[in-house]
Structure formats: structure tokens, C-alpha cells
């Protein structure tokens, strides 16, 4: 039949004989698996368009919350349950409905309101329904849905957001899940309504699927954050009171499966953030698609002094953005230099569209003097010391041949640019990095070997003496030496 009619079999007493009805035909979605039962496809194995919102991660005595979203994407039927999050198994509470004309409460394991599903197979792009915990609730709720948009295209058990109790609960307490239609975040008003950070410059997450994407505006008391990037496992931001590393503000889009959880963390140091055990954040929201992780959220400029290690948003702070790879929930380091921003920014300061940058100013001059070290003065030195000579033979420097003192004034700025890009990355990193690769290893070959060419021209024998020959092909094979692993280590930094 084409619409359901509540005192047909479609929406008889169990949720084993809950349908989805359309006009090509009967689905019915049992209640455990909740499975639509046509035996004609498989669940979709593309990302859902479609994920449960819940406006707040926990839940009190005695409220009653709704929310509001649309989108883009409709569907036909949907089945909303509540279940216990540590036994998924065991339905929790019931619901209430805000729109009777487009939902109806179902009965699920004898529990009556327990299941929300569709009433006719028309278009939706949202359905709001308000969750009632029962004075038994655990410690922590996960909503689950399953979504046709029609007879063989669905989607099962789509996993929403886990809610959590405010200490023990002895009375009814209620939460807003919203089934929305999700849609990707738009570079669109950046600069004029809103401040974006992005990566490439000017890059647009609606349409770049390798765009990294960060946003934030002010709404009232409180920011709203939108985070996106591709990643195997993560993208996070920090706010920072410096371009270090260390005692910062964080915030993570973890993905789990095909679930994203967004958790506010702190970073004392060069180590895993420490997720913070309070809940700070709301109206938390999240997509998965092509490899796309995106998440939203909202935080209050101003939080009370128990929330320890988070920052006020009314003040300047540099930016960070990171992503990488996650396993079981644990961040591993990210997979590039963070993106760091410019200049600090206010958070609810007039909208900008901000530049950044993933070399640091300390490796840009390691870069820089390693660079110019070793293309153009040693390069200069092995010319001067090889085709230069025959000239000049009556024109002496401090009394040395003018040939020699260019080559070693050549040499000894290489060596000092070497020694100064050598120290910077340890200053940077506050020591030996241990994820750098083969890199630093090369470095201390170089380093090595640019100090060994001038002790060992200190002690080099008169130019006529029997044995000139072998301090020659030292000197000149431990310079060929330098330069191929310079060279090298240079080619692996570009990598």
C-alpha cells in the first residue's frame, strides 16, 4: 500500500512487524536489527547522507529541548531508536513527537513510544522527535537510525551521537534528536560573515575534497566551529598563545568507524592531547564522505573557572590545524607540519580571511642557510679552488694566493651557514625528532663531515712534501662526499 495506515499490520503492536510502506510495496524493519526485511538489496555501503543530531551531549532532570535543521537530500522512511550505549541491545526510553503528521511512536520490546517511524513514503529532508529518559537510564544513551530514500537504497543502524547522564538520574529527563539531510561546509562568506582559515589558499570545501577547512562567527555568547579536512583518521584545531607547540585550547573530529566523535582536548606539550572529561561543547554535528571528515560545533566565549585549560574566545590567539591517523579512538601524530596561522586573531573579532603556513619561521631558516650553503658557496669554492689557479699569479691576499683565500673564505661561510642550519630544527623541535626519517641523519653527516674538511686542512702537509698526495684525495673526496649527502638530504626535505 502507499501510505501507511496506523491500524494496519505495517504498525502493529511489535517493532518485528514495523514497516517502511511505499508505493512499489511492503518493507518491513524489525526491531533488533533494525533491518528492512524485503530481501530484495543490501544496505548501502556509501556514506550516509543523513546522521541524528542531538543538541546536547547531556542530558537533566526535566528538560525538553528541540532543535531545528534542513538540507539538500530527502528520504522516505527512517526508524529513530534509543539504546543503551554500552549494550546496544537494550532500547532505552521513549519518544515524544513534534511533528505527528510526517513520524508516529512505535512499540519496541513491549515498550510503548520506544521507536519513532515514518507515517507515508513522502519526501523529507528532516524530522524532529523529542527522546524522554527513564529514571533507569545508563550511564550513556547512542541513537541509532536506519534511512530509506526508497525501496532498495537505505542505510542501517546509521550510528548518532552518544548523550550522558548529569550524575545519577532519579526523574524524566528529555533531548532533541534531529534526523537531518547533511550538506558539505562552503567557503561562501568567508571574510564577510564569517573567519576562515584554509589550506590551499582560497580553497573551497563544498568542491575540494583536499581542501582543509576551518571556520568560525559569533553567535551571541558563544562561537560556532566548522572543521574540515581529508583524513584517515582525525582533523583537530588548537588555539595558541604562541607558534609552539604546548599548553593549548584543542578540539578533535575523531573518526570511529563510520561515527565521528568531536571532544574537546589540552596539549601540555609535544604529547597525545588529554581529552577533557567535561562537556563543553553544543549543537555538536558531523559528515563522512570521500574520505572527508567535517564536524561542527558550538562553544561559549566564556566558560566557568572548573573548565581548566580552556581559553576565553573574546582574545588573540595563533591557529593551528592538524590531521592524521586514528586507532581505536587514540590520535596518532599528525601526518604533516600543522598549518599555523600568520598572525594571532581574535576569535569573536571582525570577520577575516586568514592566511597560514606549514614551515615555521626557525625552518624556513634552516632551509634557507642549508640551501645557500650548499648550491652556491661550496659550489663557488670547488669552481675557485679548480679553474681559478693559473690566475691572478702575482697577486697575493694577506699573503696567500688570491685563488686560496676565495676558496677558503667560500668554504668557511659554508661551514658556518651549516652549523647554524644545523642547530635550528633542535631549537624548533626542543631536541632529536624521532619521526623525521632519514633527514636528521643526513643532516649530521653533512655536519659532520663540513667540520672535518677544515681540521683536516689545518693540519695539511706543504705542497711539495712526498705525502701532499694523500691529503689531496682526502680533502677532495670528503668534500664529494658533503655535497652528494647534502644533496640528498635536500631532495628528502622536498619529499
Not at 520490546?109 to 523529542?130: C, F, L, R, W, Y
Not at 582560497?202 to 568560525?216: I, M, Y
Not at 649530521?444 to 712526498?466: E, G, K, N
Not at 689531496?472 to 635536500?490: E, L
Request: a positive charge; glycine letters at 8%; proline letters at 6%.
Amino acid at each position: 500500500h502507499a501510505t501507511p495506515q496506523r491500524d494496519r499490520p505495517c504498525h502493529a503492536a511489535l517493532c518485528s512487524e514495523t514497516v517502511f510502506c511505499f508505493s512499489r510495496g511492503k518493507v518491513e524493519v524489525a526491531c533488533g536489527d533494525m533491518t528492512p526485511q524485503h530481501g530484495v538489496s543490501d544496505p548501502s555501503t556509501k556514506d550516509p547522507p543523513f546522521n541524528i543530531i542531538a543538541d546536547k551531549s547531556q542530558f537533566s532532570p526535566g528538560d525538553e529541548i528541540k532543535g531545528r535543521n534542513a538540507g539538500k537530500h530527502y528520504f522516505k522512511g527512517f526508524l529513530i531508536e534509543a539504546r543503551n550505549a554500552g549494550d546496544l541491545n537494550e532500547i532505552v526510553g521513549s519518544f515524544k513527537l513534534i511533528s505527528p503528521d510526517i513520524s508516529q511512536l512505535l512499540k519496541c520490546d513491549n515498550k510503548e513510544g520506544s521507536a519513532v517511524s515514518h507515517t507515508s513514503d513522502s519526501h523529507k529532508t528532516e524530522v524532529q522527535v523529542i527522546w524522554v529518559a527513564p529514571s533507569d537510564a545508563p550511564s550513556s544513551v547512542q541513537f541509532l537510525v536506519t534511512v530509506a530514500r526508497g525501496y532498495k537504497e537505505f542505510w542501517v543502524k546509521i550510528p548518532g551521537p552518544v548523550v550522558s547522564q548529569n550524575g545519577i538520574q532519579t526523574t524524566t529527563s528529555t533531548i532533541l534528536s534531529r534526523l537531518v539531510s547533511q550538506t558539505m561546509f562552503t567557503s561562501e562568506g568567508c571574510g564577510s560573515s564569517k573567519s576562515c582559515l584554509r589550506d590551499p589558499v582560497g580553497c573551497d570545501p563544498q568542491n575540494d575534497t583536499a581542501c582543509h577547512f576551518l571556520s568560525f562567527s559569533a553567535l551571541g555568547s558563544s562561537v560556532m566551529f566548522e572543521l574540515s579536512g581529508s583524513a584517515e583518521g582525525y582533523v583537530s584545531f588548537a588555539l595558541s598563545q604562541d607558534k609552539w607547540m604546548g599548553n593549548d585550547d584543542v578540539y578533535l573530529c575523531i573518526r570511529d568507524t563510520n561515527r565521528v566523535d568531536i571532544k574537546a582536548a589540552y596539549v601540555s606539550g609535544r604529547t597525545h592531547p588529554i581529552i577533557s572529561s567535561q562537556n563543553i561543547l553544543k549543537d555538536t554535528a558531523w559528515r563522512l564522505s570521500d574520505g572527508v571528515i567535517q564536524c561542527s560545533f558550538r562553544r561559549d566565549i566564556h566558560l566557568p573557572p572548573e573548565n581548566l585549560n580552556r581559553f576565553n574566545l573574546d582574545q588573540k590567539y595563533y591557529l593551528f590545524m592538524a590531521h592524521g591517523r586514528a586507532e581505536d579512538g587514540r590520535t596518532h601524530r599528525h601526518d604533516r607540519q600543522p598549518l599555523i596561522s600568520t598572525y594571532q586573531t581574535k576569535i569573536t573579532g571582525p570577520p577575516e580571511d586568514l592566511t597560514g603556513s606549514r614551515s615555521p619561521l626557525l625552518i624556513k631558516y634552516h632551509g634557507a642557510f642549508m640551501l645557500i650553503a650548499w648550491t652556491s658557496t661550496v659550489s663557488a669554492g670547488v669552481i675557485m679552488a679548480r679553474y681559478f689557479k693559473p690566475d691572478w699569479p702575482e697577486r697575493n691576499i694577506l699573503g696567500q694566493k688570491v685563488w686560496f683565500q676565495l676558496h677558503r673564505m667560500l668554504m668557511t661561510i659554508t661551514v658556518l651557514l651549516t652549523l647554524v642550519g644545523f642547530v635550528l630544527p633542535f631549537m624548533y623541535r626542543g631536541g632529536w625528532s624521532k619521526r623525521a626519517g632519514i633527514h636528521p641523519y643526513l643532516g649530521c653527516v653533512v655536519m659532520t663531515l663540513a667540520v672535518i674538511q677544515p681540521v683536516m686542512a689545518l693540519f695539511r702537509p706543504a705542497p711539495d712534501a712526498s705525502r701532499r698526495y694523500i691529503f689531496n684525495w682526502m680533502h677532495f673526496g670528503t668534500g664529494t662526499v658533503a655535497q652528494v649527502v647534502a644533496g640528498k638530504k635536500q631532495c628528502c626535505q622536498k619529499s
